[in-house]
């Protein structure tokens, strides 16, 4: 998973005050949470935004990626304490099994996901997968199908009013879902 920021070494020296063990590499700044590989990279301020010329059926942006952890409090203490990530919510869904975070990093949402029948652990945090966003759901849908790939029919999303539908294969084992309808448009 990696970050952009203005200033590299700004967050650097932010990250050594935070006591976050990182490394200086050619490309920026690499660094591990709990298991999860993470760096720090340069902004760059010539890319346009996907979002201005978006066909409906296409891709427009990572809307979140999703980390499975044994140890929410951990979790919560290093991307929120450390990385400085905006925590903005916390629920247990019992009916779920789930504890989920949500931590805001610009327009992404980094999701932490902890499995309430497992307990807590020491055990390492993994990426788990990652949500894209849509325009046009059933027209993402429509494109994905005829490109030959197993895309579930769309369905109601867990945020009110998106539709989401999972993408079976093709995505090299990562759980993948696209998701519409987030009014972000």
């Known amino acids: 998973m990696v970050f952009a920021t203005a200033d590299l070494d700004k967050e650097a020296a932010l990250l050594e005050r935070r006591a976050v063990e990182a490394t200086r590499t050619d ?30 059926a296409a891709v427009a942006s990572l809307d979140h990626v999703v980390v499975r952890t044994p140890n929410p409090e951990r979790a919560v203490a290093f991307y929120g304490g450390r990385l400085g990530l905006d925590l903005r919510l916390d629920r ?15 327009d992404l949402v ?3 996901a902890h499995d309430l029948k497992k307990g807590v652990s020491d055990g390492p945090d993994h990426l788990w997968g990652l949500s894209w966003r849509v325009p046009d759901i059933a027209a993402a849908h429509a494109r994905l199908t005829k490109a030959g790939l197993d895309v579930s ?4 999303g ?10 079976k294969n093709g995505t090299e084992g990562v759980p993948t879902i ?7 448009w």
């Open 92 to 106: 247990s869904k019992p009916k779920w099994g789930a504890r989920l975070l949500f931590f805001r990093c610009g």
């Open 178 to 184: 696209l998701i519409g309808g987030v009014g972000r």
């Open 27 to 56: 490309q920026g700044v690499a660094l591990t949470g709990n298991g999860v590989a993470i760096g720090l990279c340069t902004m760059g301020n010539d890319v346009p935004s996907p979002l201005e010329t978006v066909e409906a």
């Open 158 to 167: 867990r945020r009110p009013g998106s539709q989401v539908c999972t993408v």
């Open 110 to 112: 980094v999701e932490i």
């Open 153 to 156: 029919e769309p369905r109601d």
